[in-house]
């Protein structure tokens, strides 16, 4: 069942409340279709939102950087951050200019990052790896112990968050319904393209050979 109550005051969706949803399973599959996040965090410089790659294993969001990064060494010192995820899937053209809108699936995560132990960080990263592509993990180098020492590796529990989803057509007033003016949805979509290999490469695995036009 669809969960109704949120974790906080501050994750309740308060404009348009009904397209609000606080349900983990809607949350995972929001974040497990997308590779990028965008994190907010304040300091003695003001506020940031920087674009981040992530990935979700069980209860937890992951990202990782260098060892120099600002943004991980405030948010590994236990800044409060807030993550952001959307989904764009359509344009709403309606009959009357105020009432066009976009179809959308998004998700807000509030809470503080932990720092990953260093014995979890290489099976962390090739959790990162597997998010990329199944199979990828076993087949490429690893990080060195130089390299995993050179990264941070943070992760946020998934307990205060909020989805926001909008779908269907336009809502026009009753009065504009008659106006002779085209109306509906064009929709919007990520696709993936041909692979382009790297000069001389190995034989393309099954992930890279189906990755958008089936196995060739």
Known sequence: MQATTPASDRTRIRRIAERGQYDREML???LDATHLCHLSFADERGAHCIPMACWRTGDYLYVHGSNGSRLLKVASAGAQVCIGVTHLDGLVLARSAFNHSMNYRSAVIYGEFERVPEHEKASALDAFMESIAP????????????ELAAT???RIALD????????????????????????????????PQAPEPDGETANAPAYVRNWCCGDA
């Open 160 to 191: 205060e968050f909020a989805c926001k989803v909008r779908t269907g057509g336009p809502e026009d007033d009753p009065k504009d319904l008659d106006r002779p003016v085209w109306a509906g949805v064009l929709p919007l979509a990520m696709t």
């Open 135 to 146: 199979g990828r993990s076993a087949e490429v180098r690893g990080g060195n112990e130089k």
């Open 152 to 154: 941070t590796v943070l």
């Open 28 to 30: 995972d599959t929001i």
